[in-house]
């Protein structure tokens, strides 16, 4: 029986179009392949939805993502939007999605491909093999807590004050994605905290250790942030499935992803506690390369796989478009941010055309 997703693209500005119209080609090929039909609906976001319409986030967009299964976005941003006021920017267009789909979950992946290991700025002995999974809490924590804000003193010197403040739902909501997350890899999570200074963190530690005792196939391990930043560095295959809060989350997930070296190739998943999630490459708009047909697509394609993956439900499909991925890189096929010496250079449509061919052949 043939299967029906509906999918909102938004594919933002810079090189957000060129990326999307390959994500969309792969998107088509496997759906004929195993019989999967998608509806594919576009809507404005960003600088784009400013030029046409004056805000970032105009409200038929969020209606029709919230309409939608599943929300694969490309990426926002560019210096013609840079002066404008800040809720006029680009970025409150991603931020008011993030908000108005709940979505309080991000997952980073961060896995070092055969194929571009030299990319990574770390020995080949430490990075071989990593598969790592960096599930972030996205909607509370530092980045939200109250009260926040610069006041003025007694003696007018001024004193900024930000909160970190976790509830018990929110901590578990964050952790059961965490450990259904690590049931589907490995099944080992580590919670990662600062529970020997926070009692946010205390309380976290508290939670993860009470919910792992719903997930016995999930082996629990909690380390302090300061440990876990030295950790990554030093031996990341350790690492199966990392959990932590928004701000802990907001640096981890950036030191792990480069460990792979090359931010064309990562895609991130971020879901809500119903569904659409909203699926997009962690790099921005690169507006110094767009239009010249130069970007590497593989970020915005391995961003569909993950949407097929924990949004959709497809593993088929999704193991398809990663099996595909990996195939062009063996093939020596590499756009220019991951090109290396003995290798065939391609711009971001003949890389696409690739990626057919390789779903094609199998
Ligand atoms: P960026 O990720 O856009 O670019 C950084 C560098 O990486 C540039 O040299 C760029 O050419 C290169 N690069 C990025 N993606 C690439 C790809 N797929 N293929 C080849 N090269 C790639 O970050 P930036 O320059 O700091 O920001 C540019 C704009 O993007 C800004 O307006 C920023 O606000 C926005 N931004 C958006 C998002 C998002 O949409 N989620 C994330 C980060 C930055």
């Known amino acids: 029986m043939t299967q029906h997703h509906r999918i909102t693209l938004l594919p933002g500005d810079g090189i957000g179009p060129e990326i999307m119209a390959v994500a969309v080609e792969v998107l088509k090929v496997v759906g004929q392949q195993l019989d999967i039909e998608f509806e594919f609906q576009e809507a404005l976001i960003g600088g784009a939805a400013i030029d046409a319409t004056g805000e970032p986030l105009p409200a038929q967009t969020l209606e029709m993502c919230r309409n939608s299964d599943a929300v694969l976005l490309a990426a926002i941003g560019?210096?013609?939007?840079?002066?404008?006021?800040?809720?006029?920017?680009?970025?409150?267009?991603?931020?008011?999605?993030?908000?108005?789909?709940?979505?309080?979950?991000?997952l980073r992946p961060a896995i070092i491909l055969p194929q571009l290991?030299?990319?990574?700025?770390?020995?080949?002995?430490?990075?071989?093999?990593?598969?790592?999974?960096?599930?972030?809490?996205?909607?509370?924590?530092?980045?939200?807590?109250?009260?926040?804000?610069?006041?003025?003193?007694?003696?007018?010197?001024?004193?900024?004050?930000?909160?970190?403040?976790?509830?018990?739902a929110e901590i578990d909501r964050i952790g059961k994605v965490a450990f259904e997350t690590a049931q589907k890899r490995g099944g080992?999570?580590?919670?990662?905290?600062k529970s020997n200074v926070l009692e946010v963190s205390q309380l976290w530690r508290d939670r993860m250790t009470q919910l792992a005792s719903n997930y016995p196939d999930v082996e629990l391990s909690h380390l302090y942030v300061d440990n876990a930043a030295m950790q990554l560095v030093r031996s990341p295959k350790q690492f199966d499935t990392i959990v932590t809060g928004n701000l802990f989350g907001d640096i981890l997930s950036d030191a792990a992803a480069m460990l792979t070296g090359s931010i064309g190739m990562l895609?991130?998943?971020?879901?809500?506690?119903?569904?659409?999630?909203?699926?997009?490459?962690?790099?921005?708009?690169?507006?110094?390369?767009?239009?010249?047909?130069?970007?590497?697509?593989?970020?915005?394609?391995?961003?569909?796989?993950?949407?097929?993956?924990?949004?959709?439900?497809?593993?088929?499909?999704?193991?398809?478009?990663?099996?595909?991925v990996l195939q062009v890189l063996d093939q020596g096929k590499r756009t220019g941010d991951i090109m290396s010496a003995g290798m065939t250079q391609l711009g971001c449509r003949a890389m696409g055309e690739a990626l057919i061919d390789a779903l094609q052949s199998t």
């Open 117 to 168: 290991i030299d990319a990574s700025s770390l020995k080949r002995d430490v990075v071989e093999g990593v598969d790592i999974m960096v599930v972030r809490e996205l909607t509370g924590g530092l980045y939200f807590g109250e009260p926040r804000g610069i006041f003025a003193t007694e003696t007018g010197e001024k004193r900024a004050v930000n909160t970190m403040a976790y509830s018990e």
């Open 78 to 106: 560019g210096y013609k939007w840079d002066s404008l006021p800040r809720n006029l920017r680009p970025e409150t267009g991603l931020l008011g999605l993030r908000a108005g789909l709940k979505l309080f979950a991000n």
């Open 188 to 193: 080992k999570l580590c919670s990662v905290d």
């Open 267 to 324: 895609p991130s998943a971020s879901l809500g506690e119903s569904k659409p999630g909203v699926f997009e490459p962690v790099h921005g708009s690169a507006p110094d390369i767009a239009g010249q047909d130069k970007a590497n697509p593989l970020a915005q394609v391995l961003s569909a796989a993950m949407m097929l993956r924990y949004g959709l439900n497809q593993k088929t499909a999704a193991d398809r478009i990663e099996q595909a």
